[in-house]
């Protein structure tokens, strides 16, 4: 029996149907799922900032951030690249990192300095879309210099995230929210937008990442558990502190680059097509940027 509605077959029934579904590897999913998981978690930042449930908001912001930091990550290990993923990964960024940040900040502390705050709000999504362009434009070109595997050019996404949610740590600490603070947050906010799209060198911790010596392993751990600890019993103290010092740190990291890969410095080895993993699918370290 026909139905009143055929299916579109332009060039027959057979040539419109289209590639034969097959199964898709559950493993292959895990790291999709991370992404749409990190997604839901920076909306729901923005839906509790809107309910001035703020310590709620500014925590979904920071799982949305790690969340969107590892898929990639994931999707190596398990060798579960997608262009489906890089695409997803690639909206679930701006989101994360751009759009859901500000939303919460504006929410909080930039609304109170009227039209300069939104401005404020605007300039640093903008800006952490930029970057993200910019990072799938180098990707795509294949190509890295060899500072390239120790440095990020400018502040990474996940990162700028962290750092423009300071006004808000501060708020939680004691800081009054009104004009006479919105102002220098709303400053601060675009200050750290021009980060992200800025083309200072960050020491990204990638070297630190091929092995610790054995005599540092204890001691490494112990640090580790200190930091969680503190970062469980005093939140906002240890995330303040945390991001006062990553900024500090980003004028030692700029100048080590510059004795080493600046002008004057040894000649670095030719740029290189990177290898699959650097650019592969799902991007690198730098991927979230």
Same mark, same amino acid.
């Given at each position: 029996m026909?139905?009143?509605?055929?299916?579109?077959e332009?060039d027959?029934?057979?040539? *419109?149907?289209?590639?034969?579904?097959r199964?898709?590897p @559950?493993?292959?999913?895990?790291p999709?799922l991370?992404?749409?998981l990190?997604?839901?978690?920076?909306?729901t930042?923005?839906?509790?900032?809107?309910e001035?449930?703020f310590?709620?908001?500014?925590?979904?912001?920071?799982?949305?951030? @790690?969340?969107?930091?590892?898929?990639?990550?994931?999707?190596?290990?398990?060798k579960?690249?997608?262009?489906f *993923?890089?695409?997803?990964?690639s909206? =679930?960024?701006?989101?994360?990192? *751009?759009?859901?940040?500000?939303?919460?900040?504006?929410v909080?502390?930039?609304?109170?300095?009227?039209?300069? *705050?939104w401005?404020a =709000?605007?300039?640093?999504a903008? =800006?952490?879309?930029?970057?993200l362009?910019?990072f799938?434009?180098?990707?795509?070109?294949?190509? +890295?210099?060899?500072?390239?595997?120790?440095?990020?050019?400018g502040v990474?996404?996940?990162?700028? =995230?962290?750092?423009?949610?300071?006004?808000?740590?501060f708020?939680?600490?004691?800081?009054?929210?009104?004009k006479s603070?919105? @102002?220098?947050?709303?400053?601060?906010?675009?200050?750290?937008?021009f980060l992200?799209?800025?083309?200072?060198?960050?020491?990204?911790?990638?070297? %630190?990442?091929?092995?610790?010596?054995?005599?540092l392993?204890?001691?490494?751990?112990?640090?580790?558990?200190v930091?969680v600890?503190l970062?469980?019993?005093?939140?906002?103290?240890t995330?303040?502190?945390?991001?006062i010092v990553? %900024?500090?740190?980003?004028?030692?990291g700029?100048?080590?680059?510059?004795? +080493?890969?600046?002008?004057?410095?040894?000649?670095a080895?030719?740029?290189?097509p990177?290898d699959?993993?650097?650019?592969?699918?799902r991007?690198?370290?730098?991927?979230?940027?």
């Amino acid at each position: 029996m026909q139905t009143p509605f055929p299916p579109y077959e332009p060039d027959g029934p057979d040539m *419109g149907r289209g590639p034969r579904l097959r199964e898709i590897p @559950f493993r292959m999913l895990i790291p999709n799922l991370i992404t749409v998981l990190a997604i839901c978690a920076g909306l729901t930042g923005i839906r509790l900032a809107f309910e001035n449930r703020f310590e709620l908001a500014v925590a979904m912001v920071l799982i949305a951030a @790690f969340l969107d930091g590892i898929d990639g990550r994931v999707a190596r290990l398990l060798k579960a690249q997608s262009k489906f *993923g890089a695409q997803m990964d690639s909206l =679930a960024d701006i989101v994360n990192f *751009g759009v859901a940040p500000a939303l919460v900040l504006y929410v909080f502390i930039l609304d109170q300095a009227r039209s300069f *705050g939104w401005i404020a =709000a605007i300039v640093y999504a903008i =800006a952490a879309g930029l970057r993200l362009a910019r990072f799938n434009v180098i990707s795509e070109s294949g190509v +890295k210099s060899a500072w390239q595997k120790y440095y990020f050019v400018g502040v990474p996404a996940p990162a700028g =995230a962290f750092l423009v949610l300071l006004p808000i740590y501060f708020g939680f600490l004691g800081m009054p929210i009104d004009k006479s603070t919105a @102002f220098p947050a709303a400053a601060y906010t675009m200050f750290i937008g021009f980060l992200l799209v800025s083309r200072v060198p960050v020491f990204s911790g990638k070297g %630190l990442g091929r092995g610790v010596r054995r005599d540092l392993v204890m001691p490494f751990i112990l640090i580790a558990v200190v930091y969680v600890s503190l970062l469980m019993s005093f939140t906002w103290e240890t995330l303040t502190l945390t991001a006062i010092v990553y %900024l500090a740190s980003l004028p030692f990291g700029a100048r080590a680059w510059s004795k +080493k890969y600046g002008v004057g410095a040894p000649r670095a080895s030719s740029p290189k097509p990177a290898d699959a993993t650097d650019a592969g699918a799902r991007g690198d370290d730098n991927r979230p940027d």
